[in-house]
């Protein structure tokens, strides 16, 4: 809880500059096309750290650092292969986005059963 602040401002500033750039026009025609392609990457690795964070705390092994570096390197890994993908012609920003998918799910699974056996254990709890 203590670093709540801190997703709180980066919410804003992530906000502000998406404002402030909004217009895409300095952007390369080629690569305005692709954007939505990239910055759907982007939240999916952001969703994907995100719940491993949050099924991390749960499990008493969280990591600021293995949260930060899994959010940098999957979104640069999955950008890369995107770029890669569009260099070849081909569609690698699918296999990214269905590798992110399974995590997502996995971790969404994974909390769903902690939490229900949490709960569980409140309900039955007797006094």
Not at 28 to 47: D, I, N, V
Not at 80 to 99: E, H, I, K, T
């Amino acid at each position: 809880m203590g670093l709540l602040w801190l997703g709180s401002v980066a919410l804003l500033v992530g906000l502000l500059v998406g404002f402030v750039l909004a217009p895409v026009q300095w952007l390369p025609p080629a690569f305005q096309s692709r954007l939505p392609t990239y910055l759907g990457l982007a939240l999916l690795a952001a969703l994907d750290a995100t719940l491993g964070a949050w099924r991390a705390r749960l499990e008493g092994t969280f990591d600021s650092g293995v949260l930060l570096s899994g959010f940098f390197v999957n979104m640069i890994a999955a950008a890369s292969l995107a770029y890669v993908g569009d260099w070849l012609n081909m569609d690698f920003a699918l296999a990214a986005s269905v590798a992110f998918g399974t995590r997502i799910f996995n971790n969404l699974a994974i909390l769903r059963r902690i939490l229900l056996q949490r709960w569980r254990q409140r309900v039955t709890q007797p006094g």
